[in-house]
């Protein structure tokens, strides 16, 4: 088995090394390139519809206009870059904060695909006027949301 090192010396593949314990490259690269495929995808979506204030409107309100589906493909990129992160550290997680934080991590990808598949209501629409979809969206806002949860205390420690 060839043996590959990163810059800071960490072994990602030997004979030495199971394969579960192996940092997989390919689901790292994934993970990159999903999110930055999102990132892409909101700029984009900023310049061609400009009349979506980011400031005071949320970006999920991006998938009603006229390239809806942008918005869409951007939280199904950001899904499969937290799918594929936690392919790429699960081996490498020991603690129970760490763990928690894969859970976190995993709530966030389906938080992701479900505001992808329900488009969400307009911030500006009444009580009486939301729908099924727009509160399900909603749910997929709260699991995203539960993501955040290490960044005030609980950290992902390997």
Known sequence: MQKETLHDGTAIASDKMSPEKAISVTAAKLSFAAAAACLILLAVLHVIEPEFGPSWRFVSEYAIGHYGRVMTLSFLAMAISCVALFATVRSQVRTIGGKIGLVLLLANAVGFAIAAIFTTDP?????????THGKLHEVGYLLKRSGRLPKSGLNLRF
């Open 123 to 131: 911030i500006t629409a009444s009580k009486e006027v939301l729908t």
